[in-house]
């Protein structure tokens, strides 16, 4: 069930058009390419754009081409519905209606915070709703009804109210029916995770608010932050087991192999457990590759993997080479850096890609490091061997700037004790020493 989320603009377009607003109001109300996720999550509005006309062409020939290349390989696209965001023009096509402001995100100013939301129990979020669906039903010679839509990402409803709470996600899903009588609503579960305002009571009156069955829920960071196993298993709604594993496309070191590996059948074995399968939900990609393949190996099967065993067989595949040395290298890795246990995520803090400041800096670190120093030194000696392997290279790559950003932490906090203490000859010995390793890691790339 990929996202086949392209060209929801230009379906935004039609229909809107068609309920009289403008396009200078649409302008303000869409996202910038670089930022659509948050825009049409309701995260802000207008940021980045607005597109020309050519894009809004280009964006619908691509996702025909998208959706009949999933439609070949028998993938079920989700498409998106419809969450109440809405463009400023609403006031004046519906001046009748229930309209209030989503909180301010991302400390924007007006022009483009606190997005105007459709209250879910004003009847014009039927008619929208409906529209919407109904157009895409039309564009795309019908759909796989599996709809996305998510009113509250990463900011909280007005009111707490269950009762409220319950009328939200029946409002989303009523409309969905309305347009497609088969329809099912995917939604994410990232929300739960502001389990200050998501208590049991809010979580499961949302959830309810939609026949059984009818609701899939993303349980968006199981590998490290589940929330099934503390709202049991979202009272009855179907939920898929996700790993996220990295924000922003972080290229540094990090992984939960143990988790990944047990997570799924944990959740399977949950009492009354709705699981319904495994997914993924990176916010980028080309980053360990490792973690990945193991995340994808462990849906297939009907049992956690020997995880050292399987890294064996991993890494002779991977680099059509066997070596003491590399397993052992790899072995390292394991316990280190691909063994986070606690609440650290894949948000690369360190010295080289944060914004330098003139004090001690904490290591955002859950390893010994100088495990991933003794890998490193381990794949510098079989190297000879397997340097024709480009994919040993990609790793060794990787481990290396791994290496080199953990040094930096220290050279950095010596650096700035050296700067308090007002001792020059320190100063500029450790800067030496900084900028020599920001050298040495453009070098490594």
Not at 125 to 145: C, L
Not at 156 to 164: K, Q
Not at 341 to 354: A, F, G
């Amino acid at each position: 069930m990929p996202l086949a989320f392209n060209a929801q603009e230009t379906i935004w377009q039609k229909v809107y058009l068609k309920l009289g607003f403008t396009q200078d109001e649409l302008n303000a109300h869409f996202a910038g390419p670089a930022f659509l996720a948050w825009g049409r999550m309701g995260n802000m509005r207008g940021w980045g754009g607005p597109q020309p006309d050519s894009w809004y062409t280009g964006q619908l020939a691509l996702q025909h081409q998208i959706l009949t290349r999933m439609r070949a390989f028998g993938m079920i696209p989700v498409l998106p519905a419809f969450a109440g965001h809405v463009p400023t023009g609403i006031t004046r096509i519906f001046p009748n209606a229930n309209i209030t402001r989503l909180s301010d995100w991302g400390k924007f100013d007006d022009q483009y915070c606190c997005t105007y939301f459709l209250e879910p129990s004003d009847p014009a979020f039927q008619i929208i709703g409906k529209a919407f669906i109904e157009a895409q039903m039309d564009e795309y010679n019908g759909t796989e009804h599996i709809y996305n839509g998510d009113l509250f990402n990463e900011m909280l409803p007005s009111i707490g109210d269950p009762t409220y709470l319950a009328s939200c996600s029946k409002a989303v899903y009523d409309a969905i029916v309305a347009g497609d009588k088969d329809g099912v609503w995917l939604m994410q579960g990232w929300l739960f995770k502001n389990s200050g305002f998501w208590d049991r009571n809010r979580v499961k009156a949302y959830v309810q608010g939609v026949p059984q069955g009818k609701m899939i829920i993303l349980d968006l960071q199981a590998e490290n932050r589940p929330v099934y196993s503390r709202m049991d298993s979202f009272f009855g709604q179907p939920f898929i087991w996700c790993m996220l594993h990295n924000f922003g496309g972080n290229d540094g070191l990090y992984g939960m192999l143990d988790a990944i590996n047990e997570g799924p059948f944990e959740g399977m074995k949950f009492a009354d457990s709705t699981m319904i399968g495994t997914g993924l939900t990176p916010e980028g990609i080309l980053q360990n590759e490792v973690v990945y393949a193991l995340s994808t190996d462990v849906s297939w099967r009907e049992n956690p993997v020997n995880v050292t065993q399987w890294l064996t067989d991993y890494i002779h595949s991977r680099y059509n080479y066997v070596s003491d040395k590399i397993n052992h290298a790899w072995y390292l890795l394991q316990g280190s850096v691909y063994n986070c246990t606690d609440d650290h995520e894949s948000h690369n803090k360190m010295e080289i890609v944060v914004r330098p400041k003139i004090k001690h800096l904490d290591p955002y670190i859950w390893y010994n490091w100088t495990q991933v120093a003794d890998a490193w030194a381990l794949m510098v000696q079989a190297a000879p061997d397997v340097i024709n392997s480009t994919l040993f290279k990609y790793d060794f790559v990787d481990v290396g700037r791994q290496v080199l950003q953990d040094l930096a932490h220290i050279y950095y906090n010596n650096l700035t004790a050296a700067y308090h203490a007002k001792s020059v000859d320190k100063a500029m010995t450790y800067g030496k020493k900084m900028t020599d390793l920001l050298m040495d890691g453009l070098r490594n790339q």
